[in-house]
């Protein structure tokens, strides 16, 4: 099932599925894990690109490597513009702390306030996939066995999968869009008998 939500389909499981990333757990392994990078508007491209003097000392030896040869991003299978990865998983921009942590070196420089851009929106928006369509877009759940423990402790909170991205959604969508979709979620529980 599909909620109609102005330019967008809303997939039924980001109202109802319950998750919430879970670090201690997961140690970020959705950036190391893969066969692919992550999707980037052509927008966020040119951003990385013109951020990229500042990224290059802050990355692993063999991403700058892949990134000075190949650029910072390519074409994945089915056409969609990606960043580039290491060893067919591991991001460019990722690197792994002496705790085995991963983390996002774009990221790291915006929380030190260093740049505005925090990272291309479909990471921020992970585990929603956006598909673009002739006169809309999809937004769907993408269920990956990696984040199992997300799924455990969103169900420990009772977190449904719309409230815990809410700042991406946000960010993608407007605020009047995602005032919107908490409507529809509302009424959809109210005819499902249930509340959060």
């Known amino acids: 099932m599909m909620f109609h939500i102005q330019n967008t389909l809303v997939s ?10 879970d ?12 066969d692919a990078g992550a999707p980037l508007t052509a927008e966020e491209e040119q951003t990385l690109q013109q951020l990229l003097p500042g990224l290059l000392p802050l990355m692993r030896k063999e991403a700058r490597e892949v990134v000075e040869k190949e650029g910072i991003a390519y074409n994945d299978p089915i056409g969609e513009r990606v960043t580039q990865i290491v060893d067919g ?10 705790n085995g942590w991963c983390y996002c070196v774009i990221e790291r420089l915006y929380n ?9 929106v479909s990471c921020h928006l992970y585990p929603i996939r956006l598909t673009e369509h002739p006169t809309f877009w999809a937004v769907e ?15 420990k909170l009772h977190m449904p999968l719309y409230r ?5 959604l946000i960010r993608r969508f407007g605020e009047a869009w995602y005032d919107e ?13 249930t509340t959060e």
């Open 12 to 21: 039924l499981d980001v109202l109802e599925k319950e998750f919430c990333c």
């Open 23 to 34: 670090l201690d757990s997961c140690k970020g392994c959705c950036c190391i894990e893969g």
């Open 89 to 98: 998983k591991d991001c460019v921009f990722s690197r792994t702390d002496r």
């Open 112 to 120: 030190e306030g260093k740049i505005s851009f925090r990272k291309p």
């Open 141 to 155: 759940y993408h269920r990956w066995d990696i984040c199992h423990c997300a799924r455990q402790y969103g169900r």
């Open 164 to 168: 815990f991205l809410k700042e991406p």
């Open 181 to 193: 979709l908490c409507l529809v979620a509302d009424e959809w529980k109210k005819q499902c008998g």
